[in-house]
């Protein structure tokens, strides 16, 4: 479903990278917040909890409600599924459908923030992990149903980076929330943060240097290609196979010596994520269960689901730079967020129309004088 990982250049430099799969293409939007930017968290039988930014934020984003004739989206319909802040602070949101279960009650005249605001708070509020985990020791969290997913209870959970290299996860487990630190900078999907860890134990003999040749009895073996050193990595696209891929590939690629050439590499990492169309598919017999969101449901005639890369994003965390591709394009589209800080109101546009936009160089190659 998805997959998230940080990276560091040759100098210490953060950025983050991650794909977001559903089995339908649904109508995000990207969106600039400026700071000051004033919105509430609404918890039914809790007062309202009023959130005023501090930082400036770039998001991609989708509303939590459908549009109506005589009630229009605004922009405090959004909510933040991947965004960066202007301290270089990254928030992303991941699937995790065991999240529901019995939480905590808290006192009735205590504002509580809504695990769907998470992104919007920890961005507007915060500038490093730190800052988040300190603020969530104090700041009560609570799944709701979300009716655009059908009445599901916010299947989810969430991953914070900062420009320092520190990485942290929210996760709810059957209704109990648990922060933990992450010394991997990786997340994925389902089983729980920790058993991701745990799991890791498995594969101490992973290392990124081929061992090409080998002798048995009098026979030498003798590799005839390099990779041979990945040939431990799961080869699934499951959560847990993908967790395991993503370490290495953060542990092991190559640290750039450029900002530039950082992003080219983390792109070229995201890559071993990215899932086509009808690679794995699933039938409704079968019991594979994916997200559906009421009224933008995959309307066409395929009689399987198949789960795809909607979009990857990258963050350069130091420069405040975003790069978001969706399924329809070739290449990365680049938002610098420090030259929208000067815009007082926000800004929202649709991914969609953003889609494709990559340049054509056919006029290098016409010819001037024909």
């Known amino acids: 479903m998805c997959t998230s990982l940080g990276y560091k250049d040759a100098t210490g430099n953060t950025y983050f990278g991650r794909t977001l799969e559903l089995t339908t293409d649904l109508p ?42 005589d009630a229009p989206l605004a922009a405090g319909d959004l909510k933040v599924l991947e965004g960066l802040n202007d301290k270089g602070l990254t928030f992303s949101l991941l699937s995790y459908p065991s999240a529901a279960g019995p939480q905590k ?67 709810f487990d059957k209704g109990v929330m648990s922060v933990y630190d992450n010394p991997v900078g990786v997340m994925t999907n389902g089983p729980r943060f920790d058993w991701h860890l745990t799991n890791l134990d498995n594969y101490t003999f992973l290392t ?30 499951t959560s847990v196979g993908r967790f ?65 890369t909607c979009w990857t994003s990258l963050s350069d965390l130091a420069r405040r730079q975003f790069y978001i591709r969706d399924y329809k394009s070739l290449n990365f589209l680049r938002i610098d967020l420090d030259s929208l800080i000067g815009q007082n109101a926000p800004a929202i546009v649709p991914l969609q129309k953003l889609s494709g936009a990559a ?3 056919t006029e290098f190659f016409v010819s001037k004088s024909s």
Not at 120 to 136: I, P, S
């Open 359 to 361: 340049q054509d160089v």
């Open 105 to 171: 009650t808290v006192e009735a005249t205590r504002a509580i923030l809504s695990a769907s605001d998470l992104g919007n708070w920890a961005l507007g509020q915060f500038g490093t992990v730190a800052e988040v985990k300190a603020a969530l020791a104090d700041q009560p969290v609570m799944l709701q149903a979300l009716a655009l997913l059908g009445g599901v209870v916010s299947p989810f959970h969430y991953v914070v980076h900062d420009a320092g290299g520190a990485a942290l996860v929210i996760e």
């Open 244 to 308: 395991v891929r993503a370490v290495y590939y953060a542990q092991y690629a190559e640290k750039a010596a450029t900002p530039d050439e950082a992003v080219c590499t983390l792109a070229h990492v995201m890559n071993n994520f990215d899932r086509p169309r009808g690679v794995t598919i699933d039938y409704p017999e079968q019991g594979g269960g994916h997200l559906e969101v009421e009224g933008l449901s995959d309307t066409g005639s395929a009689a399987y689901a198949t789960e795809f």
């Open 208 to 237: 990124n240097v081929d061992r090409s040749s080998a002798t048995f009895g009098d026979y030498k073996a003798t590799q005839p290609d390099s990779g041979i050193a990945t040939a431990g990595l799961p080869a699934s696209n």
């Open 28 to 69: 995000y939007l990207v969106a600039y917040f400026p700071a000051g930017y004033e919105t509430v968290s609404q918890v039914p039988e809790h007062p309202a909890l009023s959130l005023k930014s501090v930082h400036a934020v770039l998001a991609i984003t989708m509303p939590d409600r459908l549009p109506k004739p």
